[in-house]
């Protein structure tokens, strides 16, 4: 008995530590594989990124041609991806020919958990874009209806470039919205139809991933003539109910073909009643007030009119009081300020259909914030391509019809009533983009490249 105890005790095998070492020679691969894991889920979502960038950029710079179109797109894809933590190169290039534009980003992503078996992962994405192009009779049209377009030309697409805050009250007849980046609604449609190149979030009648319009009034600034150099003086204008044009040291006016040009050397002050107006209730020719080194400050409790005129801010001044925006009463809107201004429509008036234009050249102190206080009526066309403009007073059309709102980007709080009509535009001389053609390729029809 004691032998073959002895014997079967012998035969045990001794199964201690196994587990240890089992696990011990898995630990490598299993670390292998979820570092694998991670840097493979890094490298799918910046994928995405430089793709996006990429289609991005090639519909953001589509509407421009060679150098500026390059310069645009990089500055794009920038804006997208230099927070992150990928070192990137783009090449862009436009093919005039064609009209397509090609963007490449090829990036570099530092793997971690696996750095000392693959070190970086390289990613190259690309997109191409077109912009509509002239076709044949019954092709599709590419149009621009707005009332409210918002530009964001240094933005991202995914930029809501048009934001309508709570409760927005927004009233349009016979126009639409339309973003060349993305726009949202936060708390409430606003009932009327919304383009945008990107996306959009909230907002009623949405038509996403449309043909990014052109500015086609940016053009205009070439005509500006700086006659004030470094003067700024400023001067005020009240309004009688002849009409008068401002005189003093500080104005300098020059005599066109078919307009008055009137030069304000510094800010300029407008003050006046219901029963008055800049230059008379029905003024024969057009006035372009030009105002350089400044701005217009909108006098306390006035109710000032322009009629037929065009009303510039062509350069900034040295100081923040003389920045080229318009400011209400006391400088946010507390106490009530009026202004309606009707466009010149003088048929050889390159200023025709532009109620106020701020130069494009301009980007610094271009922002502004119109308050509670504030009431502006518009007849044609409110031009800021490079101002953020929040509006939390009100915005309403004038009795022509035909009223449009151009910004870099636009914020509202307030209220805009807004209106336009064929009849209404033609009368005011106001001028839309339209052309006949296919629209824009949007970012879907982007390609990768390994």
Known sequence: MFTRNFINFRGWRDERGTVAMTFSLAFVPMLMFVGASVDYARVV?????????????????????SDAAAALATSLV????????????????????????????????????????????????????????????????????????????????????????????????????????SMKCNGSSTYATSYAVGDIVGCSNPHPRQAYMPDIYRSLSSGIELQCGSSAGGVTWTGSTAGNLPTGGNVRTLARSDYTEVHICGNLRIDGTAATSLTGAAPTLDTVVVVENGGIYVGEDSDVRANRMTFVLASKGESDSNRPIVRWPNGN??????????????????????????????????????????????????????????????????????????????????????????????????????????????????????
């Open 78 to 181: 920038e804006a997208e991806l230099g927070s992150s933590e990928l070192t990137f190169l783009t090449q862009a290039s436009s093919d005039p020919a064609t009209s397509i534009m090609s963007v490449a980003v090829m990036a570099t992503m530092q793997n971690t958990i696996m750095s000392s078996v693959l070190p970086s992962v390289d990613i190259t994405r690309s997109a191409k874009a077109r912009v509509a192009s002239q076709g044949s009779s019954g092709t599709e049209t590419v149009a621009d209806d707005s009332c409210i377009f918002t530009l964001g030309e240094t933005l991202t697409i995914s930029t809501n470039t048009m934001t309508f805050n709570g409760s927005p009250s927004v009233d349009l007849t016979g126009c639409s919205l339309r973003s060349n980046k």
């Open 45 to 65: 979502t910046y994928s995405a990124r430089v793709q996006q960038a990429a289609d991005h950029a090639a519909i953001g710079s589509a509407h421009l041609t």
């Open 333 to 450: 809107g507390s106490n009530a300020g009026s202004w309606a201004v009707s466009a010149s429509t003088g048929a050889n008036n390159p200023w025709k259909g532009i109620a106020l234009y701020q130069n494009p050249s301009l980007n610094d102190g271009a922002d502004m914030s119109w308050q509670s206080g504030t009431k502006f009526q518009l007849d044609g066309i409110l031009y800021l391509p490079n101002a953020q403009f929040t509006v939390s007073g009100q915005v309403l059309a004038g009795p022509s019809s035909c009223s449009k709102i151009i910004v870099g980007e636009f914020t509202l709080n307030g209220a805009v009533t807004l209106r336009q009509s064929a009849v209404g535009c033609a009368n005011m001389q106001v001028t839309q983009y339209f052309q006949q053609g296919a629209p824009a390729t949007s970012s879907t029809s982007a390609y990768l490249t390994q």
